[in-house]
């Protein structure tokens, strides 16, 4: 898949199929090694703990959501496999801009919005999105992709719900992007 650049270079991506290939064979290999699937949710909910407990140990030792999130992770929550993947996937993304010389500062966005409106709105999806996976009990990655891949009904649901809202919202905020 290409792209035209605004310097008249083409941009070469992944084929979405094969990258869609390989990302389930990603999640099928988690399961079988490290007996769970993946998510994102899990390690920003680990690194939220562990900086409450620096922020607030007398807090976090009385509260019930800390006291028991700490206790399942041995003590120390960044101590988890989900941050390290998480700091995988950053590296590697990184890495790969840097590769595929993409790697710069500029805000992409539509002619008809400023840069501060997109930065604004992208805030906003994200912190919404972290909210909705915290009551939905997993991100996209935790609970829809990794649900499906073990023939969970949930998973179904998850990503059915997800891609429904997606589409049903997208109509009011395409002028964001369009």
């Given at each position: 898949?290409e ?12 084929n979405?199929?094969?990258a869609g290939?390989?990302l389930g064979l990603?999640v099928?290999?988690a399961?079988?090694?490290a ?7 899990g390690a920003v909910k680990?690194?939220?703990v562990?900086?409450?407990e620096?922020?607030a ?5 009385t509260?019930?959501f800390?006291?028991d999130f700490?206790?399942s992770?041995?003590g120390?929550?960044l101590?988890?496999w989900?941050?390290?993947?998480m700091l995988?996937?950053l ?12 790697l ?6 539509s002619?008809?919005?400023t ?10 999806g994200?912190?919404?999105f972290g909210?909705?996976s915290?009551?939905g009990?997993g991100?996209t990655?935790g609970?829809?992709?990794?649900g499906?891949?073990?023939l969970?009904?949930?998973g179904?649901?998850?990503m059915?719900a997800?891609?429904?809202?997606a589409f049903?919202?997208?109509y009011?905020f395409r002028?964001n992007?369009?």
């Open positions: 898949m792209t035209q650049s605004q310097q008249g270079r083409k941009t070469r991506y992944m979405p199929y094969i290939v390989l990603v099928l290999a399961n079988f090694i007996g769970r699937g993946l998510g994102a949710s680990s690194t939220i562990a900086a409450m620096k922020i140990p007398q807090h976090t030792a509260a019930t800390y006291k700490g206790e992770h041995g120390n929550p101590n988890s989900l941050v390290y993947q995988g996937v590296v590697g993304a990184f890495l790969s801009g840097i590769i595929a010389r993409r710069t500062w500029k805000v992409e966005h002619p008809k919005i840069s501060k409106r997109r930065l604004v709105f992208a805030l906003l994200g912190i919404f909210f909705g915290q009551l009990r991100c990655s609970s829809a992709l990794s499906m891949a073990v969970s009904l949930q179904f649901i998850s059915m997800i891609f429904g809202a049903t919202f997208a009011f002028k992007w369009i």
